[in-house]
């Protein structure tokens, strides 16, 4: 600029009336500047004393030297000072916005509830009477621990791979920080994190799982206020109970649990870091899936912890040369279905429907009434009876029949992979372990059923294929065979046949245990049984249910027989009835004539019941007609004491499913649950008090507050009618076979008891609370009964606490145990002590029911098939297949 001017004024000019002559000099100061002199100090007008105007002229002198340096510092030092200026402005500009943007991201911060009060969803465990662990409900399979029973290795293992400032830094680590980006930076990618434990607890627990600046920042402000408002071992306990380690494993017990059987107590270095090693990408390390990964993940956390001084040399060595063996985990129901499935699968069903999905979050501890000995005992009893049952009635033939060497080949060979899986994980993709695992022999267990291929037949039996195994079924093991089930062919063996085949040792009850077996002999055939049973026991006079078995197999089919299935009782309703006419007047001695009953349903339509076999006994004393089952006397009896008084005493002796008002109600045409006809069967052993069964003893929380606990109450358990709706137990209620035939009893007089005994009306008063239960069940079921009636059913004679008297039970006790003694229930006699009971067998066979006790146990069992028109069989009773 100076030099443009002093360009317009070169050769002088005048500048408000001052004429100036423009030189160029040299200075130390500024290059090539130009300067200016005054030629004229004066020029111009100036204003004096009397007003004239003055006028001064400019003058510009030339500086020195030591002005123009004077002059630089101070503009220099002018321009650090405004520097400085902006820097302290710019500083608290910065403080302003970065206080602003702390405020803006800070009001969507979560509360630190979530941390401070750790509730993360915990299974839920179930024990048996004796404390056993039977089953678990969950949907994140994690055992919550504390902190002090984690292993120290451990601790020190995740702080060495994961976070080795931990104890030093305060939630964020800027050492770390610094120290990833320079790794990362030499590397050209990310190879190394940055975030601490805290910060991983904060991600996990607080915030969502994108990958934002926003995100990022949230997290370092969270994770430094959990570190001054939670100890180290606060942040540790949420961590290793928090952290997803891969196949269904929720927090470190759940991963040693499931990788490899064990708890964490028992866990060596080499297992401990291969856990460790998963908390950082469990599907990537994954030993199941990606085992070379694995194990290189594990050895860094080795190497990490013996850099930080947690493992010496040798034990890291140790720890690289140790073999894992890694189990891979299932479900819960996987679970469940090991020890009381039935049971379990009751229990789970009661606790839903109470709780809902806290039965799956609460990390329960529930205490249960099963007696793990008994359910598989009865389990065994019911697959026992089965196979016994299948082999009586015929076998239905081979499985499938294979055609051609290369399809037996290709069956064997899939069937040894898939039994060997069961052992252990099988990589088909891995050339060295596919034939290491076909090499092996087939492992085979006691007390299972198994497909096999006939090979060969011989005059001495059968021989058989399964998988790379061989055996030999001899004639006499499979000769009940030759007897063809109903609408099946004849069998004659074939080579490429597919049987299905027990050990020999198993079949005939002598495996004490069950291990896998390497060289397979001496087998039996066998068949799959089509039809189903079930079994419900529980002790008497505390009400504890002690075993539940609803099926044949739970891994089939989940059904419960015992408590949902609803099903014809056959002559097993039988004692019901007889009870009520004890209690109406009848005594065991009391003569009812055993003759031909014809009654007219509607003009020319007769209804005729008659006696299993045919046959009438003419008179016949009470006890010896329930003794022996006579159908026609039950019937003349039920006609007497009237349908609707029965309907009523079995409302009390706890019968909720709907009970249809006619005659073939006396051969048990009205369907029922096995569960509450063995419950009803339980007043009698029990005196006359109706047990109040239960199954649940004790529910307790993490934190050992008690959820709900059996308290034993002392008064009567009394069950009016509840409408049983689809779905809520199993199976829809279902008229009779004959209702719409069948004449009410509604309309038909009923006569005076047959018997002495009876109290006068006069005499006999109400008991409150069984007339209460007593009118809703009248209201209910629409009953129509006399004052007399609801005097017998709900009197004061009836003992507080009783529902029926003493008397009637001890005497139902009495001739039921004569039942066993010498009437349908013989086989019971083989128990070898006191029993006493009653069979039932429906009409067509489709139903056989025994239903009976000891004095410290009620048992209920019923066989038939899924579909209720298919028989059992000619001669298949409740004596010869369910006792």
Known sequence: MIKNVADAFQGGIFVKGAHFRVKRIKSPIFPDPWRAEPRYSYCGPRVGMLGHRKSRVPTIMAKSSNGMKKSFFSRVLKFFKWLAIAGVVGIALIGIGGYAFYLHISKDLPKLDKIEDYRPPVMAEVFDDSGKKIGEFWTEARILTPIEKIPKKMIEGFVASEDDRFFQHSGVDPYGIARAFWTNLQAGHVVQGASTITQQVTKALLLSPERTYDRKIKEAILATKIERNLTKDQILYIYLNQTFFGNRAYGVAAA?????????????????????????????FNPLVNPTRAVQRQH???????????LTAEQAKEAKAYPLKIYEAGTDKDFNKKYAPYFVEHVRRALQKKYGNELYTGGWKIYTTASLEMNQEAQKAVQRGLDQYAKRFGYRGPVERLSGEEQIEAFLKKQHIELLSEKEDIDQFSDPQYKRAMSQPTPIEPDRRYSAVVSGVTSNGIKIRLGRQEGFISREDYAWAKTPARG??????????????????????KAAKVSAVTTASAFVLDQTPEV????????????????????????????????????QPGSSIKPLIYAAALDKGYTPSTVIMDSPIVYEESPGKFWKPKNYGGKYYGPTVFRNALVNSRNVVTVRILMDIGTHYVAGFMRKL???TPIFKYYS?????????????????????????????????????????????????????????????EGDKGDKPAKPAEPETMASAETQPETMPMGSGQKSIEEMGFREDLLAAGEQATKDDQLNLTEYEKKVLYGDYIPPGYIITPKTA???????????????????????KPAAGKTGTTNGETDAWFIGFTPDLVTGVWVGFDEKIKTLGRGATGGTVAA
């Open 256 to 284: 040693a649990r499931n990788y490899f059987h064990k708890n964490l107590e028992d866990l060596n270095i080499a297992e401990i870091a291969m856990i460790v090693g998963l908390a950082k990408a469990p599907s990537l």
């Open 300 to 310: 860094y956390v080795i190497d990490r912890m013996r850099e930080e001084g947690y």
């Open 488 to 509: 099946a062919q004849p069998w004659e063996p074939a080579v490429g046949d597919v049987v299905e085949v027990k050990l020999k040792s198993a079949a005939a009850g």
């Open 532 to 567: 189903q049973s079930a079994i419900f026991s529980f002790e008497p006079f505390g009400g504890a249910i002690k075993a539940i078995v609803g099926g044949q197999d739970f891994a089939k089919s989940e059904f419960n027989r015992a408590t949902q299935a609803l099903r």
């Open 654 to 656: 706890g019968i909720t």
């Open 665 to 725: 109600l006396a051969l048990g045409s009205n369907e029922v649950f096995l569960e509450e006809l063995t419950t009803a069967y339980g007043t009698f052993v029990n005196g006359g008090i109706h047990p109040n069964t239960y199954f649940i003893q004790k529910i307790v929380d993490p934190k050992g507050k008690v959820i709900e606990e059996h308290r034993p109450s002392s008064t009567p358990f009394l069950i009016s009618y509840q409408p049983v709706k």
């Open 810 to 832: 001890m005497t139902m006790v009495s001739i039921l145990r004569d039942v066993v003694r010498a009437g349908t229930g013989t086989r019971v006699l083989a128990l070898k």
